[in-house]
């Protein structure tokens, strides 16, 4: 059995289980789009690739079909294809519409509701959310015309990723580049949660290990990557939660969709905490906030002396215990190296949180900068789960699926 199968997960969530169409327009990006259906098979998607005319100048039907392993639709009027009314048949049986990369042409024509192609039909009968990731020539995106069928399609639910600013295949530094993969993915992320069941809740995740100073060049921190706090983020937002994500430095990516506020400090995590809790449902504290920092912060770099020194450090505030009368629910984390459930419910009770993810740092494939994380959720009331050893996104989904439950038992509203 499978770790998902131990845990029964069937249902699809965020990418996990969903039908996505990828158009490819011809653009020399056009690569990349064999990466991107790459990425997204490998979560989990069933991933139907369209290509235009002008894609099968740069890249082939075989490439996808070997990334996708599904057949690649090409043509409108595909003879061999097992139905003519093949591309209302694909608008309406996926989940989400992609197209990376999207020529200024495809751009202006679904703007305009053309239809002369699959791709640009697929467009006008799909009534599932679309994401555009743009890729040209820098003077063409910046054409008004471009930009004036952007906003159109924006002002129609349309979301647009990208382009980035970079060396373009003319030659020209322009904006233009598509967006990152990763970026696209956040997209797709963001488009599929429109109906998830976070959808109108808000939650704020800190992540990252706080950076206590000593002096202009040294800090006191600890070893978190922040991958955890990332992964809640985007998990969250792709099950539709507006997302605001409260990091200590990391080497991370801020997750796309999602709002990122940057802090060094346990005390500047702790402020930033305040000013968002009021429009929060959720607080999922996955920092690791230090506890201690030095009580004196020199101004300038301490020199050598040639004798022993000694720090003197002061306790940083408890974010989870300033926040413990707010009426919001509580997630807190709990990295031990001993006794971890007793200690875990110790820091659930004296927090007052709603549920804590406890993990044992010294297990195999558990803990610091590790992509999978075995861990042990324990309920207010009690109740405690251990869950297998599953990728950082799953034991997210896993934590986002008890928050889900104890969130709709819950007025919208804040969010
Ligand atoms: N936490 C917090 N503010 C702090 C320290 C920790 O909000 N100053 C949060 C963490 O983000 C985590 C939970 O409290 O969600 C437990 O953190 P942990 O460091 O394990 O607990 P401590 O209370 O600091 O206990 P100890 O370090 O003694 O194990």
């Known amino acids: 059995m499978t770790a998902k199968e131990q845990i029964g997960l069937d249902r699809r969530r965020g990418l996990d289980g969903s039908r996505i169409l990828l158009g490819v327009t011809g653009s020399i990006a056009a690569y990349k789009g064999a990466d991107l259906a790459s990425r997204l098979t490998q979560r989990g998607a069933l991933v139907d690739v369209v290509m235009t005319g002008s894609a099968l100048e740069f890249v082939t039907p075989l490439t996808f079909r070997s990334l996708t392993h599904r057949p ?33 042409d495809l751009i202006a024509k679904a703007a305009n509701g053309l239809a002369d192609d699959l791709l640009t039909c697929i467009l006008l009968a799909t009534r599932s959310p679309v994401v555009l990731a743009p890729a040209m020539d820098g003077y063409m995106f910046e054409n008004p015309a471009t930009q004036e069928n952007l906003a159109r ?74 991958k955890m706090g990332y992964a809640l983020a985007e ?10 994500l409260i990091s200590a430095p990391t080497g991370l990516r801020p997750p796309y969709g999602t709002q990122m506020i940057p802090v060094t400090t346990a005390q500047e995590m702790m402020d930033a905490v305040a000013r968002q809790a009021a429009e929060t449902d ?33 306790e940083t505030p408890d974010i989870l215990m300033e926040a413990k009368a707010l009426g919001l629910i509580k997630v807190g984390f709990a990295a031990e190296s001993q006794d971890l459930v007793v200690n875990a419910r110790q820091k659930l009770e004296k927090k007052g949180l709603d549920l804590i993810v406890a993990n044992d740092i010294t297990a195999e494939g558990s803990g610091f900068g590790s992509e999978t994380n075995r861990v042990t959720i324990i309920h207010r009331g009690g109740k405690m789960e251990e869950l297998p050893t599953l990728m950082k996104s799953e034991v997210a989904h896993q934590v986002l699926d008890r928050v889900v439950a104890l969130v709709s038992a819950r007025p919208k509203g804040k969010g």
């Open 282 to 314: 959720v607080l999922i504290m996955a920092a690791a906030v230090a506890d201690y920092r030095p009580s004196f912060a020199a101004d300038n770099k301490i020199k050598k002396s040639g004798k022993a020194m000694t720090l003197v450090l002061e």
């Open 235 to 244: 998990a969250a937002r792709d099950r539709g939660a507006g997302v605001v």
């Open 72 to 104: 690649v639709v090409t043509r409108l009027f595909d003879v061999e294809s097992e139905s003519s009314m093949e591309h209302i048949a694909l608008a309406e049986s996926s989940d989400v519409i992609v197209v990376a990369p999207a020529t200024a």
């Open 153 to 226: 399609l924006l002002s129609r639910g349309y979301i647009v990723v990208g382009p980035e600013e970079g060396r373009l295949a003319s030659g020209q530094v322009g904006k233009g580049r598509l967006a990152d993969v990763a970026d696209i993915i956040g997209a797709i992320g963001l488009a599929l949660g429109r109906n998830g069941d976070l959808a109108g809740r808000s939650v704020l995740v800190t992540a990252g290990g706080t950076q206590e100073p000593l002096d202009p060049v040294r800090r006191l921190t600890n070893r978190s990557s922040g």
